[in-house]
């Protein structure tokens, strides 16, 4: 897995991270089809979900070293 650009905006990190759009299904959060993933950062979405950072990366990490996505 390469290291998540915290200055991309969630399209882009969702076409280098596919599972990343399944895992923040799972959570509720559906940033595959919403417009704003076209702006909003990862970041973005943290603050306004009330995610912890640390462990949503750890989650992302595992996804992609299973080379299957999530779930």
Do not use: F, W
């Not at 076409?15 to 399944?22: F, Q, V």
């Not at 912890?52 to 080379?67: N, R, V």
């Amino acid at each position: 897995m390469g290291v998540i650009d915290m200055g991309k905006n969630m399209a882009q990190l969702m076409r280098e991270h596919p599972g990343l759009a399944r895992l923040l299904a799972l959570k509720g959060i559906d940033c595959g089809e919403c417009l704003a993933s076209e702006v909003d950062t990862l970041a973005d979405v943290v603050r306004m979900y009330g995610l912890d950072l640390q462990t949503l990366m750890t989650e992302i990490q595992h996804a992609d070293l299973a080379g299957k996505g999530v779930g």
